[in-house]
């Protein structure tokens, strides 16, 4: 008896009761759905939120301040200075600060977002990403002396110059909550999309966007306040916890604070690891879910595979009469249940990545379904059919042949 | 050759025991047609299955072909059963879902004979039963005596040296009942030993030699000359 000659019995068998057959297999197929979908669309997801994170800010580092600290003793340009020079794979380092500012030009009158920080902001600004399309960022000299020069966006210039972006030298006028104002220079035109609002806002509806440097701003706002946040790049993404260390460390000892918890630094490790666990969460709990209709379904096989035993006793019976041993019969009908099951774990395969890629493209992502989890299901449901089939096929293998026979 | 010495069988039903067989000596030789018979409970059933090594005994030897299978596990009887005897049953006891080719095929199947082989003998057994125009066809399509030709077909297919046949004709009218007899005697007649279950002393008269058993001993063993058809 050969596994083909089972494999062809254990076929006709299910065959021979199609809508039973089906009927059993649906726990199964419903279970399997469920975790092909939740997988797919749970990795889908993460992949999709890691992505972003890699994009964003993987190499990036968010050193925040307390209140308490920026009061007593803020982070000054020396720390900024010694952290790059203690350590050297930073890359670049910048307050990362904005404030919403009226912004004039001879044309019109506007409220813009203005980032400010040291010449890395170009590079470390969270709010847009800063790609020159004329002109220059503001540089070194311009953050030393506090130069009246403004780098504006592409939009900003379009809006408060009739249109016209080839506005480099035209004069812009900020305004300051204290009535401060100051004329600025355009040296630069940047594009760039709001990374926070990914182009789905209206343009009519758009903030300006403005950058000077950090020096400036405090000439147009004197009450500005000390540095109470930094964006740190790395060159290497591996370092970031490492860096992330040293930098409060460096920190603490320059201030005095060891202890004190001023500085905290996060970065994308830390909050992809959040993401992570709640998505891990999320996907556990569906899966728990999932695991209990799978344990329904198997149970569902069992019984109906007890049932196939009693009804066929005689089979069995005449089998043994013939010369089938009781591990013959046991395989025959672990293979009929194994069968049951890894058909219904297909139906639930195909189900499950149909409705992981419709689920999926209406949440705009992209499911990833691995060949991995696939095979994960196929063996999945195997297993269910070998444990779920494994009383009702000893049984059917022990029957006494006298007794199977005699049963009517 | 069937050889027993001694065999008991006792059944234990609350509290209660029935001895089936008590000490029963019986040899059959090569190439004998031999029809058990008696009475409801007389022990010829159980002295069947016993010959038949479907069932076990509390006492006595069984020798079947010179080798002792008095003590075989439930496995190696399964092997013995596929090799030396065929089964034939009163109420056929063919595979509904199979065809008639795959049913007789079965027995092959546990044997481990190759595809082709299997289908090959088992055309020739179901030729030999006048049936080779139908193995496609599934036993529901056939008439009571056709299947008892597949069964015999099924029985004969793996060569055994004993047919046993436990009512075979109990299911059947008369005509076909002489159909069943005839191919028995044929089978019997080239050189494979026949054992037959039968309560029907019409039938038991083509075979020759009628046991008889009463109150699980036997009552009377003899020989006569065989009815032909």
């Known amino acids: 008896m050969n596994f083909s000659e089972n494999f062809k019995m254990a076929i006709d068998s299910v065959m021979a009761n199609k809508m039973r057959s089906f009927l059993t297999m649906l726990g199964i197929i419903i279970g399997i759905a469920a975790v092909i979908a939740i997988l797919g669309v749970g990795n889908g997801a993460t992949d999709e939120i890691t992505g972003t994170f890699n994009n964003l800010g993987a190499s990036t580092i968010s050193l925040s301040v307390t209140d308490e600290a920026t009061e007593s003793e803020p982070i000054t340009e020396n720390d900024i200075a010694a952290l790059k020079e203690a350590i050297p794979e930073i890359e670049r380092v910048s307050p990362d600060k904005t404030a919403m500012t009226s912004i004039q030009s001879d044309f019109e009158n506007r409220q813009s977002i203005i980032s400010y920080g040291t010449p890395d902001l170009q590079y470390t600004n969270q709010i847009m990403e800063s790609t020159i399309v004329s002109g220059r960022y503001f540089n070194q000299n311009d953050y030393a002396d506090g130069k009246s020069v403004i780098v504006i966006s592409e939009d900003t210039a379009a809006a408060l110059f009739n249109d016209r972006t080839e506005v480099l030298g035209e004069q812009i006028k900020l305004v300051g909550n204290s009535g401060n104002q100051l004329d600025l220079t355009v040296i630069g035109i940047v594009e760039g999309t709001f990374q926070d609002l990914q182009g789905s806002f209206d343009l009519s509806q758009m903030p300006l966007y403005a950058a000077i440097p950090l020096t400036t701003m405090e000439k147009l706002n004197p009450t500005l306040g000390g540095i109470d946040s930094l964006t740190i790049q790395v060159t290497d993404k591996d370092a970031i916890e490492s860096v992330s260390t040293q930098i409060v460390r460096i920190l603490e000892t320059r201030h005095d604070a060891v202890g004190e918890n001023w500085y905290s630094a996060t970065n994308f490790l830390q909050a992809l690891d959040q993401v992570d666990q709640v998505l891990s969460l999320f996907i556990n709990f569906i899966a728990a879910v999932a695991g209990i209709a799978l344990l329904v379904g198997g149970i569902g096989v069992m019984n109906i595979m007890l049932v196939s035993v009693t009804e066929r006793t005689r089979e069995i019976g005449t089998r043994k009469a013939l010369g089938a041993t009781t591990r013959t019969i046991l395989v025959q ?25 419709g689920v999926s493209n209406a949440l705009n992502i992209v499911p990833n379904i691995t060949i991995g989890s696939v095979l994960l299901v196929l063996l999945f449901s195997s297993a269910v059919g070998i444990f779920f089939g494994l009383y009702p096929a000893r049984k059917a293998a022990k029957l006494d042949p006298i007794e199977a026979l005699r049963y009517e | 050759m069937i050889e027993i010495k ?112 299997r289908r090959e003998r088992a055309l020739k057994a179901l030729d030999r039963v006048g049936l080779s125009d139908r193995v496609k066809h599934r036993p529901n399509e ?30 059947l009218d008369s005509k076909t009942t002489l159909e069943i007899m005839r191919i028995f005697q044929e089978i019997n007649a080239e050189g494979t030993t026949v054992v037959m279950v039968t309560h029907e002393p019409e039938v038991a008269e083509y075979t020759k030699r009628v046991v008889l058993f009463k109150d699980g001993e036997i009552q009377d063993d003899r020989n006569q000359t065989q009815k032909t058809i």
């Open chain 2, 142 to 171: 056939i008439s009571g005596g056709q299947k008892q030709r597949v069964a015999i077909a099924r029985a004969i297919v793996n060569e055994p040296s004993v047919l046993m046949a436990d009512e075979p004709t109990g299911n």
């Open chain 2, 6 to 117: 001694g065999i008991t069988k006792t059944y234990h039903t609350g509290g209660e025991s029935l001895t089936a067989l008590n000490k029963i000596d019986l040899r059959i030789e090569k190439g004998e047609f031999t029809s058990i018979m008696g009475p409801s409970g007389s022990g010829k059933s159980t002295m069947m299955n016993i010959l038949g090594l479907l069932d076990r005994f509390d006492a006595g030897t069984y020798f079947l072909n010179g080798q002792n299978v008095s003590n075989l596990t439930d496995n190696e009887s399964a092997l013995v059963r596929n090799k030396e005897i065929g089964f034939i049953f009163q109420s056929f006891n063919l595979m509904p879902r199979m065809t008639i080719l795959e049913n007789v095929e079965l027995p092959m199947v546990y044997a481990n004979v190759s595809k082709k082989e």
């Open chain 1, 333 to 357: 009908f672990l293979m009929e249940s194994v069968i049951l099951c890894l058909i219904g774990g297909i139906i639930g395969l195909i189900l499950g990545i149909l409705l992981a890629t």
